[in-house]
Antibody, heavy 118, light 110 residues
């Protein structure tokens, strides 16, 4: 069974940093592009960032470019999101997901909540 | 990277069919057939229900169907059931490894 389990969320002050992790199992992790998608409480989905299987290609939404860094460790079947200079508008559930084929995300983790507040 | 436009809400009676539109631009929906749809039940993670605009993953009910014309994609739910009450999101590839989601539609079964 494919499983994605996010961790690392929590309450953080504006301007501080946080690192999210996603542990993957049940599939060949290093075959696929991975992504982070977020959802502010009560709001819609927003694609945040993606990383190719070999870490050669990384992409970011304009809203996080220059502040967030995506990375992966294929030996540990893990995906990461380093979030710096956090803002209140970054408050959201952060989901880890897989592009098993171009243009689709499946499956998704259960999400981890990041709250940016003083 | 502007969000794709969806109606905020759509409702229908059990057994009816409803259609949710997803309007983008010539930079995303209009250029790529890589449009997907997700169902999100309250408190749950999104679930893929349509990919490549009109393909249905294994295990997804055939009451869900998708189409695309120009800059607009559509999701149709036929034979509406109470269990279909959820939020629905479209998503399109926008080139350069960038993706954009729709604004989301709340489906209510009357």
């Amino acid at each position: 069974e494919v499983q994605l389990v996010e961790s690392g969320g929590g309450l953080v002050q504006p301007g501080r940093s946080l690192r999210l992790s996603c542990a993957a199992s049940g599939f060949t992790f290093d075959d696929y592009t991975m992504h982070w998608v977020r959802q502010a409480p009560g709001k819609g989905l927003e694609w945040v960032s993606g990383i190719s299987w070999d870490s050669f290609s990384m992409s970011y939404a304009d809203s996080v470019k220059g502040r967030f860094t995506i990375s992966r460790d294929n030996a540990k079947n893990s995906l990461y999101l380093q979030m710096n200079s956090l803002r209140p508008e970054d408050t959201a559930f952060y989901y880890c997901t897989v592009t098993v084929a171009p243009g689709l995300f499946d499956p998704w983790g259960q999400g981890t909540l990041v709250t940016v507040s003083s | 990277q502007s969000a794709l436009t969806q109606p905020a809400s759509v409702s229908g009676s059990p057994g009816q069919s409803i259609t949710i539109s997803c309007t983008g631009t010539s930079s995303d929906v209009g250029t790529y057939n890589l449009v997907s749809w997700y169902q999100q039940l309250p408190g749950k993670a999104p679930k893929l229900i349509i990919y490549e605009a009109s393909k249905r993953p294994s295990g997804v009910s055939n009451r869900f169907s998708g189409s695309k014309s120009g800059n607009t994609a559509s999701l149709t739910i036929s034979g509406l059931q109470a269990e279909d009450e959820a939020d629905y999101y479209c998503c399109s590839y926008a080139g350069s490894s960038i993706y954009v989601f729709g604004t989301g539609t709340k489906v209510t079964v009357l």
